[in-house]
């Protein structure tokens, strides 16, 4: 006796695919956690370095050595931490406004300590301020030019007074600062044992510069 198969509803219906399980990479995993670290520590090396910055004093004009630092030659700036470089805080500006540039300055360059301050007079030598009028000193004078101070009969002096002779080797130890009457001033470094005399020929305005050879 033949069997009749009636098919139901739902009985073919095609069963749902198993699920594949997605295979993940070790070095993948690896490459991942090493991102994420290294992510994390530019951040907190971002944060330090924002958190570590200050202010310090930059050269805003080049200077030679020897010339006295106004108001605007020296500014401030904000850096990161820089370790073993030595830098003036900010807070010191004001106290270096007056002062001598010992060395060149270039500008834009962070200032180091020690570059700016009083100048340094060496064991038997002696500053001596001059203020000569034109034709009394050259114009052509740096800091550091090698001269000669000599005794010379004063603008006022008649042709009567006479001026025992004076001369003596010198550098130029300050950055000559023009005058009004078209001269300069700005001191010279000596021997010692000379200062005093030049310094009243100089009172006297019996004082001439002469320029040496090297200058």
Same mark, same amino acid.
């Given at each position: 006796?033949?069997?009749?198969?009636? &098919?139901?509803?739902?009985?073919?219906? *095609? #069963?749902? #695919?198993?699920?594949?399980?997605?295979? *993940?990479?070790? *070095?993948?995993?690896?490459? /991942?956690?090493?991102?994420?670290?290294?992510?994390?520590?530019?951040?907190?090396?971002?944060?330090? %370095?924002?958190?570590?910055?200050? %202010?310090?004093?930059?050269?805003?004009?080049?200077?030679? *050595? /020897?010339?006295?630092?106004?108001? +605007?030659?020296?500014?401030?700036?904000?850096?990161?931490? =820089?370790?073993?470089?030595?830098?003036?805080?900010?807070?010191?500006? +004001?106290?270096? !406004?007056?002062?001598?540039?010992? &060395? +060149?300055?270039?500008?834009?360059?962070?200032?180091?300590?020690?570059? !700016? $301050?009083?100048?340094?007079?060496?064991?038997?030598?002696?500053?001596?301020?001059?203020?000569?009028?034109? $034709?009394?000193? @050259?114009? #052509?004078?740096?800091?550091?030019?090698?001269?000669?101070?000599?005794?010379?009969?004063? @603008?006022?002096? +008649?042709?009567?007074?006479?001026?025992?002779?004076?001369?003596?080797?010198?550098?130029?130890?300050?950055?000559?600062?023009?005058?009004?009457?078209?001269?300069?001033?700005?001191?010279?470094?000596?021997?010692?044992? =000379?200062?005093?005399? !030049?310094?009243?020929?100089?009172?006297?305005?019996?004082?001439?510069?002469?320029?040496? /050879? /090297?200058?």
């Amino acid at each position: 006796m033949a069997t009749t198969l009636r &098919a139901t509803s739902g009985l073919f219906r *095609r #069963a749902p #695919a198993p699920a594949v399980r997605a295979r *993940r990479s070790p *070095r993948l995993i690896v490459l /991942g956690l090493l991102c994420a670290c290294l992510g994390g520590l530019g951040s907190a090396f971002a944060i330090r %370095q924002l958190t570590d910055a200050r %202010q310090v004093v930059v050269v805003a004009h080049e200077m030679a *050595r /020897g010339e006295l630092v106004g108001a +605007d030659d020296l500014t401030t700036l904000s850096v990161g931490a =820089a370790p073993g470089v030595a830098v003036v805080p900010a807070a010191q500006l +004001d106290s270096l !406004v007056g002062r001598t540039a010992l &060395a +060149d300055l270039h500008r834009g360059a962070v200032l180091p300590p020690g570059a !700016v $301050g009083d100048p340094l007079i060496p064991a038997g030598r002696s500053r001596v301020g001059l203020s000569l009028p034109a $034709g009394r000193v @050259p114009g #052509a004078l740096t800091v550091g030019s090698p001269i000669v101070v000599a005794s010379a009969p004063g @603008p006022k002096d +008649d042709a009567s007074v006479q001026v025992t002779l004076v001369r003596v080797d010198a550098q130029v130890a300050s950055q000559p600062v023009s005058q009004p009457n078209g001269g300069l001033a700005f001191d010279v470094e000596l021997a010692e044992s =000379a200062a005093l005399q !030049v310094a009243t020929l100089a009172a006297a305005e019996r004082l001439v510069v002469v320029s040496k /050879g /090297g200058s």
